[in-house]
């Protein structure tokens, strides 16, 4: 049969209500269209990262359904009765583990043997703690079984902790359970591997005699040839060109220039100048190269080493000058040993040298031991590892589930993992806050989320990390960047806050009718205030221009100027001109204001609907707009901007954006005093203002007639039709 499943409401999604542990061992049959989320990271979320790691078999940092249906399957095969994930709880009574095959019947044994070891055999339940503490010890033992081995595993075999010191350096280390970096099988097999074919192609060497002419000084004697390999071909070179032809030896000489194009630099046997000479003149018969007397002072060095590393030993003879036939017969004795090294194989043993390969190899046979002896423990170890892995899913994954599957700890608003903590900025404080690397990468996809959102740098102690909060209730007037708060980590931990990125989207339409309103005030304000600089800057030069005249008024007297007039000051002459031109326009404006006024007193009843439609035709627009972003309003957006893939749009209604946000309230029962010794004073032209706005309301109620009723014949607006009638005369 079919698993029955139950669902509920909430984010405009149906969600799965995870209820007992037979919805769990199904939770792989629940089609995934269902699934409130598709992945999650493992980094970044209010739950613990070791949990997530050993459910994330693939290690790539992210949770998919393949991964939680697996660990689900994996708890409830090794638990009597899957319930027990419904339980939570880091502690499980051993009555509960299964036996109905040998993985669990291992379980169980292991259970006893760490309560055993604990000192508690006649214990029947174990807790994760039991097992952390355990498995502490058995990280710190020498053989903890996991195929790892350090330097210190060898303890006092110094050559085989040597070896594993060469085989990290030349095949990288890996951290076993302790943290400490150490090399596994793999490493050392490819290691010795490397070894032996090393050792096998030097005994090659050594048994050919051709191969290493002069034993051990051949590599030297190679070195001093390749030095001068180069120069010394170009002196036999230069050498055949002259005796092909004399008229060539003074070309293929330095001149004269050359030399005096030298002799200005500050010369050394190391300047390049020199270097690039040939190693000695040649010309006539003269087809010898001298090693000591009359070479270049450059390569001097050069030839001397390689008259006495090559020449002299392989020659067995004079070598103070060598003949282009000798070179040819130095190269010739050196080919074998060249080809010999070109077989090298392509080992990967870093700067080793051939002695210390030959003692790695004397140490083979105990690395692999220790190893061998390691990996014994594996099997208590991966118990060891499967009982705490089982107690962690007891305790988390319940949990888990109602965070990936489900959304019911976020709408139960009982800390969902994702959230990171409390924010208060703004006499108000914001609940829905999440964790992000890059403010602006997450705000390119975030801003879908039709959501007002604050980017704050949060900083203690010197950390340092990077929030995103929702703001979904109050107005966003002064939220700024630079604003700061306080934010409040799920640990409790106080953080100082800064907003340096902002999002502005409405949180209600409430305030969205207001805010055609309070932008037409800032407009005023912004004009007003660039009116007033700009009439201050005039003033100011003004005033500046006339100062400096009359500063030099007794100059200008003296040179026949006329002094200056104080006429001149800002607004001290008005012209008539302009003063029409203003009159005119007050007194159109006020036939204009006159004639609307008329016309919207002759409304009578349809004032008030006249009114409405005035503030609806200001404020329709924006509240129109507020309103359907508030219905776009979801959580999908700023989750997978962090790397989830929610399934879903998961809405942020209204309601629930008031529970995320909530602003300042007076506690209920509390005391309040109205007096406030700094409020503002009204001055006599805001009550004047006041009289003015209520003596014109109360004109245009008059005049529309509606309390005309209430008022005696005297003051109403019109006579009854009646009264009218009577009293004209007839014709």
Request: aromatic share 6%.
């Amino acid at each position: 049969m079919q698993h029955q499943w139950q669902f509920f409401r909430a984010g405009g999604v149906d969600q799965v209500l995870i209820r007992d542990g037979q919805d769990i061992a199904h939770i792989g049959e629940l089609d995934q269209k269902l699934w409130v989320a598709l992945a999650c990271p493992t980094r970044g979320l209010e739950f613990d990262s070791a949990t997530l790691d050993l459910i994330d078999t693939d290690h790539d940092g992210r949770i998919r359904p393949p991964e939680l249906i697996a660990a689900c399957q994996w708890a409830c095969g090794r638990l009597t009765d899957p319930d027990e994930l419904i339980a939570g709880g880091d502690s499980l009574d051993l009555a509960r583990l299964s036996t109905a095959d040998e993985a669990g019947q291992a379980l169980v044994q292991e259970a006893r043997r760490v309560l055993g070891l604990l000192g508690r055999e006649h214990d029947s339940t174990i807790s994760l703690a039991d097992v952390a503490d355990r498995s502490k010890l058995l990280t710190a033992m020498r053989f903890n079984g996991d195929g790892i081995v350090t330097a210190e595993t060898a303890l006092e075999d110094a050559s085989a902790a040597q070896t594993i010191a060469w085989i990290g350096e030349t095949r990288g280390t890996v951290d076993d359970r302790g943290g400490k970096p150490g090399i596994d099988r793999k490493r050392a097999e490819a290691f010795f591997k490397d070894v032996h074919a090393l050792i096998e192609w030097h005994s090659v060497g050594l048994a050919d005699p051709q191969a290493l002419p002069l034993g051990d000084g051949t590599l030297a004697a190679a070195q001093a040839v390749n030095a001068v390999r180069e120069k010394v071909e170009d002196f036999f070179t230069r050498a055949r060109l002259a005796r092909y032809d004399a008229r060539a030896a003074v070309s293929l000489n330095p001149t004269p220039e050359e030399y005096a194009a030298i002799a200005t630099q500050e010369l050394t046997t190391a300047s390049a100048s020199i270097a690039a000479l040939p190693l000695a003149p040649v010309g006539g018969d003269a087809v010898l190269l001298p090693l000591v007397e009359g070479v270049n002072p450059a390569w001097a060095a050069a030839l001397s080493a390689l008259r006495s590393k090559a020449v002299k030993p392989l020659l067995a003879g004079r070598a103070d000058v060598l003949s282009e036939a000798d070179w040819r017969l130095v190269l010739d004795k050196l080919t074998p040993y060249k080809d010999w090294l070109a077989s090298r194989p392509d080992a990967v043993l870093g700067t080793l040298t051939i002695e210390q390969v030959l003692a790695a190899q004397q140490t083979e046979a105990a690395v692999l031991a220790l190893l061998a002896q390691d990996e014994a423990e594996e099997p208590a170890s991966a118990r060891m590892a499967d009982l705490e892995k089982l107690l962690r899913f007891k305790r988390d994954l319940v949990l888990l589930l109602n965070n990936f599957v489900s959304f019911g700890s976020f709408y139960r608003r009982s800390g969902a993992i994702f959230q990171a903590g409390r924010l208060y900025l703004d006499a108000r404080s914001c609940d829905l806050t999440v964790k992000v690397a890059d403010a602006g990468k997450h705000a390119a996809l975030a801003g879908l989320a039709k959501t007002c959102l604050a980017y704050c740098e949060c900083t203690r102690e010197g950390q340092k990390m990077t929030i995103v909060a929702a703001f979904t209730a109050g107005d966003v007037d002064f939220l700024f960047v630079g604003r700061n708060g306080v934010f409040y980590d799920r640990q409790g931990k106080d953080w100082d806050a800064t907003i340096v990125k902002l999002m502005e989207n409405p949180t209600s339409v409430a305030q969205a009718f207001f805010s055609p309103y309070k932008k037409f005030l800032r407009a005023i304000e912004e004009q007003v205030a660039k009116r007033a600089a700009a009439s201050d800057a005039a003033s100011q030069a003004g005033l500046g221009t006339l100062a400096g005249e009359l500063s030099t008024a007794d100059k200008a007297a003296a040179a026949g100027k006329p002094p200056a007039d104080l006429a001149k000051l800002p607004g001290s002459k008005v012209d008539v001109g302009t003063v029409a031109a203003i009159g005119v326009a007050a007194g159109s404006i006020s036939a204009v204001l006159v004639g609307v006024f008329a016309k919207f007193v002759e409304l009578g009843a349809w004032i008030p609907l006249a009114i409405l439609g005035i503030v609806l035709a200001i404020s329709g627009p924006s509240m129109l707009i507020a309103w359907l972003k508030l219905r776009q309003r979801s959580l999908g957006p700023i989750l997978d901007a962090t790397g989830w893939a929610v399934n879903g749009r998961m809405k942020v209604n209204v309601p629930l954006g008031a529970s995320l946000s909530q602003t300042a309230h007076i506690p209920a029962g509390s005391k309040r005093s109205l007096q406030d010794a700094y409020r503002e004073k009204r001055g006599a032209g805001t009550w004047l203002l006041i009289g003015l706005v209520t003596i014109g309301v109360l004109a245009l109620v008059w005049r529309s007639g509606l309390v005309d009723p209430y008022l005696t014949p005297a003051l109403r607006h019109a006579n009854p039709p009646a009264a009218t009638a009577a009293a004209t005369p007839a014709r």
